[in-house]
């Protein structure tokens, strides 16, 4: 099993430009999600999904979308960059089963972006 | 809203020394809570899942403990060693959420 992917592992984007993040997992996973890593502000949810066709908000959703159209992929888009989106994202997966049981959360190597 | 604190924020400690890290957060209705650590510029890497029926998970040398009714973890590493050496993260789901939140992480040096 190859995990959680993400691709690229670095980008640079100018502002007002859009790009899209990858993700992939091949671990049959029903929740998937996409957090942003800042220095001195810890890991914050952006988006999430528990399942294909069903997305919802995180914490800090605003400027990013996301869908969900099979198991396997979770592609974040940025619509239109700015330098506050300067940072280190992270996809992850677990196993949802339900009620108060929850498999352990994978995550991909990252991806850097900078704004300028 | 659940915040996590962890502390404490970073360590420093000579091999071999067995050490805690502390993980607490504002709302004790936990379910599960999960310790990673992260290596510079690295993904996180899970190291113990606590399910919601379970008061402590062990894994070699590492030992995580859930105290529900304060909402406090703590993760125990015996006989540190140099590649211990990374940033330790604990995530909790909240009873009513489905999501993880994450604490600011103990940056952990172990000196050979």
């Known amino acids: 099993n190859a995990g959680v992917t993400q691709t690229p592992k670095f980008q640079v984007l100018k502002t007002g430009q859009s790009m899209t993040l990858q993700c992939a997992q091949d671990?049959?996973?029903?929740?998937m999600s996409w957090y942003r890593q800042d220095p001195g502000m810890g890991l914050r949810l952006i988006h999430y999904?528990?399942?294909?066709?069903?997305?919802d908000q995180g914490e800090v959703p605003n400027g990013y979308n996301v869908s969900r159209s099979t198991t396997e992929d979770f592609p974040l888009r940025l619509l239109s960059a700015a330098p506050s989106q300067t940072s280190v994202y992270f996809c992850?997966?677990?196993?949802?089963?339900?009620?108060?049981?929850?498999?352990?959360?994978?995550f991909g190597p990252g991806t850097r972006l900078t704004v300028t | 809203k659940q915040e996590v604190t962890q502390i404490p924020a970073a360590l420093s400690v000579p091999e071999g020394e067995n050490l805690v890290l502390n993980c607490s957060f504002t709302?004790?209705?936990?379910?599960?809570l999960q310790w990673f650590r992260q290596d510079p510029g690295k993904g996180l890497t899970s190291l113990l899942l606590?399910?919601?029926?379970?008061r402590e998970q062990t894994s070699g040398r590492l030992n995580a403990s859930l105290d529900k009714s304060s909402g406090r973890s703590t993760l125990y590493i015996a006989a540190s060693q140099p590649g211990d050496s990374a940033t330790y993260l604990c995530?909790?789901?909240?009873?009513?959420?489905?999501?993880?939140?994450f604490g600011p992480g103990t940056r952990l040096s172990v000196l050979p």
């Open positions: 995530a909790g789901r909240v009873s009513y959420g489905q999501n993880f939140v």
């Open positions: 992850a997966s677990r196993r949802r089963f339900g009620g108060q049981v929850d498999g352990e959360q994978y």
């Open positions: 606590i399910q919601s029926s379970q």
């Open positions: 671990m049959n996973h029903e929740y």
């Open positions: 999904s528990v399942g294909a066709g069903i997305t």
């Open positions: 709302d004790s209705a936990i379910y599960n």
